[in-house]
């Protein structure tokens, strides 16, 4: 694994990366099925927009924004585990992401009972298309799964379902 820091950070920046090897061990112990394995490059980067972390798939490669490490330990784990959700999406675990659209479990009921304030925000304000809508989904029932945390039934199912293989 290879971690980058781009750009400047001052001290103080750098200081608040301390506790993120844990977060990133715990996060990889609790994957169910491993989307966080193997992944080619994590950097850090400046605050660019509203975001905490985001999954680059042509580089294999989670951005992780500079807010991020303001979170709560148990905050930055589920953003992991989301972004490797989307890895699992989108690189890793292709036929998971069909079956969950073919069985009918990407729709907006089911986004919004999971979305965090920003995408609640970011949906009351420019809406969600059906690729965004599934991306979303997708990776967070992926991470409140692998925590254990609320989830509508027919998402709790599939994940059970799928992990149990």
């Known amino acids: 694994m290879r971690y980058v820091v781009h750009n400047y950070f ?4 750098i200081d608040s990366y301390r506790e993120f090897p844990e977060a990133w061990a715990q996060a990889k112990s609790i994957d169910p099925l491993r989307y966080l394995r193997g992944l080619t490059k994590l950097t850090f980067i400046a605050d660019v927009d509203q975001w905490n972390a985001a999954y ?6 989670i951005e992780i924004q500079n807010k991020f ?3 709560t330990f148990n ?11 989307h890895r699992g ?3 890793v675990d ?6 969950m659209k073919s069985a009918g479990l990407i729709n ?4 919004l009972a999971m979305a965090n304030q920003v995408h609640q925000d970011d949906y009351h304000k420019n809406g969600i298309g059906s690729r965004e ?14 925590l254990g945390m609320g989830l509508p039934e027919g998402l709790k199912k599939f994940w059970s379902e799928r992990v149990s293989r």
Do not use: W
Request: proline share 6%; glycine share 6%.
């Open 94 to 99: 292709k036929k998971t992401f069909e079956a």
């Open 69 to 71: 490490h303001k979170k």
């Open 56 to 61: 680059i798939p042509e580089d294999d490669e």
């Open 75 to 85: 905050d930055k784990i589920q953003t992991l585990l989301h972004e490797g959700g």
């Open 133 to 146: 809508l599934g991306d979303e989904v997708y990776a967070e029932s992926y991470a409140r799964f692998a």
């Open 89 to 91: 999406q989108m690189r």
């Open 108 to 111: 907006v009921p089911n986004f």
């Open 10 to 13: 001052p001290k103080r920046a």
